[in-house]
């Protein structure tokens, strides 16, 4: 079945410093992704839908300049979080649609990556 | 605006109980109605719904979808340890996903 692998997992930084993740389609290509945040015992909040070749489309409220996407081949996108501070700690997860299959139009998920901001 | 309400928000149950979760909608251009169970990472596909009435499902496992009234029903029967996890439930509309805050639940030996 359809593959997305997110990396890093987990990851600690600095306040101040910038973070990025990655998100890849590892047996299909995903014209677009989607990025998600999670808070503890929230639910998973659209942040911006990723689009390759083209700009990211931001969700209401989110700040383009502070999560920095960039979806620049078929099976790659990259979420960079900029100049962090510990409200930005959370857990992000991406996800893509395959497209065709037999799961084509179900979203997958990657595992996540959980930031923590020191 | 558009909203996904999930109920209850947590159970315990015992092992061997039935367990219904909940959830309804009100959005604009309906597409779908997709179940995940999230463990402690990503959410897993369960089911996809797009017509009313029509009973999916998977083991022990159920799903159905009311569009008329706007809601979904997850059964879970015969529950066992490893179903404890956060179910949540989306709605498509408008090629995104938007989820409801999901239903923990947990059962126990």
């Known amino acids: 079945g359809a593959v997305v692998s997110q990396h890093p997992s987990r990851v600690i930084c600095k306040s101040g410093t910038s973070v990025k993740i990655e998100c890849r389609s590892l047996?299909?290509?995903?014209?677009?992704m989607f990025w998600y945040r999670q808070f503890p015992k929230k639910s998973l909040m659209l942040m911006a839908t990723?689009?390759?070749?083209?700009?990211?489309?931001?969700e209401q409220g989110v700040e383009k300049d502070k999560f920095l996407i960039n979806h620049a081949s078929l099976t790659l996108s990259t979420l960079t979080v900029t100049s962090a501070h510990p409200e930005d700690s959370s857990f992000y997860i991406c996800?893509?649609?395959?497209?065709?299959?037999?799961?084509?139009?179900?979203?997958?998920f990657g595992a996540g990556s959980r930031l923590t901001v020191l | 605006e558009d909203k996904v309400v999930q109920s209850p928000l947590s159970l315990v149950v015992h092992e061997g109980d039935t367990v219904t979760l909940n959830c309804s909608y009100e959005?604009?251009?309906?597409?779908?109605l997709l179940w995940y169970k999230q463990e402690k990472k990503a959410p897993t596909f369960l089911f996809m719904l797009?017509?009313?009435?029509i009973e999916k499902k998977s083991g022990r496992l159920s799903s159905i979808l009311d569009k008329k009234e706007l809601f979904s029903i997850l059964n879970i029967t015969a529950t066992q340890t490893g179903d404890s996890a956060v179910y949540l439930c989306?709605?498509?509309?408008?090629?995104?996903?938007?989820f409801g805050a999901g239903t923990q639940v947990v059962v126990t030996p």
């Open positions: 996800s893509a649609r395959p497209g065709t299959g037999s799961g084509a139009n179900v979203l997958t």
């Open positions: 047996d299909f290509q995903a014209t677009t």
């Open positions: 990723s689009n390759e070749g083209s700009k990211a489309t931001y």
């Open positions: 959005v604009t251009n309906f597409r779908s």
């Open positions: 797009t017509s009313s009435g």
């Open positions: 989306a709605v498509e509309a408008w090629g995104k996903l938007q």
